[in-house]
DNA sequence: ACCTGAACACCGTTCAAGT
DNA sequence: ACCTGAACACCGTTCAAGT
């Protein structure tokens, strides 16, 4: 008779995955590197051999859900391309409200991250607008992204103070896609006039 | 002989304050119910007597920092009125950079934080705009402040990858004032833009 | 009313060892 | 090469007790 569990080999790959997993159904208080070790059926120090530390772990977390972002669409018009990022982008934060407030709370950046970025500079650039300007409406929009990671996860999370005793609020309610929609156009508009106003382009 | 620590007596006040130092010198890690207690020169559970709990204590260090950021001044122009709060949430997000990205994290409000938010939606209403313009505008400046409070404690943080030997990275560069005057511009103009929009006002 | 101290159930990680 | 297990130095918090 087959083992019960097949125990499929340890691997980092794997790792990363179980603790994508349990962030999200359990939350990041659930996650230590022992819990996360029993659920995948090893000693917590098997882990150490794969992974140098726990930051490590959760860099290569961030950076798995980052690589599901596509990047802009270099043949589309820019306010297209950035529609278009800022929607998925948007999707992505929905679908992960535990691990952007992690992710945004981090100072360390990961490589898919620097590869968006660079990505989005390039489109503007493309655009034919200037290179300083470029770079200023990128951390802009990098600083709006930022904002939009964490509306995401909590909403604009005013109302339900702490209250010790009480089990931690469920993630939601998520900004919606119209309210999204709006801080796009918003965003848009605001990087068309700003450019407009250094240089005659639209 | 007097003693030579006087021991001015534990409050909640005082503990606040300790911990909210210890925050900006030592950082997040730094800041356990223990040490704090230590360098109050007490015992680690008579802080518990004063507040709940660690969580209840974080909040109370936000809604600290918070406080010191002054109300839109409803006498002014909607634009000046936001420019100014702009600056002065970039100056305080650069004078905390360590207890900003954990405020940015948290799942909870804290009752300044839902009194700027008021304030903020009170001017755009007393402006004349439409109600429902008003809370999504409201909506994407909270969220562009959050982005601020990131980029201001982390800079942009492509570069640094993260080494496991190698101590945290210093909380800089922060945004320099004119790239948040930039982006603060910006958001303007985008507002601006999308309510002349919806209705012929300026 | 305010503070203490032992105890409990956890952490992440080092280090020497096993296969 | 890959995994284990004991051990270390921590955590936050409960609970009964002291003054």
Redesign the interface.
């Known amino acids: 008779m087959a083992a019960r569990k097949p125990k499929p080999r340890l691997s980092r790959e794997r790792i990363v995955a179980a603790a994508l997993a349990r962030l999200e159904t359990e939350g990041a208080e659930a996650l230590s590197m022992r819990k996360l070790a029993a659920e995948l059926g090893v000693d917590p120090m098997s882990i150490y051999y794969h992974l ?2 726990k ?2 772990l959760l ?1 290569a977390v961030f950076d798995l859900v980052l690589a599901e972002l596509p990047l802009p669409d270099p043949a589309l018009p820019w306010r297209d391309a950035l529609r278009a990022v800022g929607r998925q982008f948007h999707r992505l934060a929905i679908a992960h409200p535990r691990v952007f ?2 992710l ?2 981090s ?5 898919r ?2 590869q968006v ?1 660079q990505a989005l500079r390039d489109l503007l650039l493309r655009a034919g607008f200037r290179a300083e300007d470029c770079a ?2 990128t ?2 929009i ?7 990671a ?2 995401a ?2 909403g ?7 209250e ?1 005793g009480a089990p ?2 469920p ?1 939601g309610p998520p ?1 919606t896609a119209d ?1 999204v929609d ?2 796009i ?10 450019l407009e106003r250094t240089q005659g382009k639209g």
Chains 1, 2 share one sequence.
Not at 107 to 111: A, H, I, K, L, V
Not at 156 to 162: C, E, N, Q, S
Request: proline share 16%; glycine share 8%; aromatic share 10%.
């Open positions: 140098p530390d930051q490590a860099l407030p992690l945004i709370a100072p360390y950046g990961t490589p991250e620097a970025h200023r409406v951390q802009a990098y600083t709006y992204a930022v904002g939009v964490r509306t996860a909590h604009l999370r005013l109302k339900p103070f702490y010790p931690p609020p993630p900004m309210e709006f801080s156009e918003l965003m848009i508009a605001g990087i068309g006039a700003v």
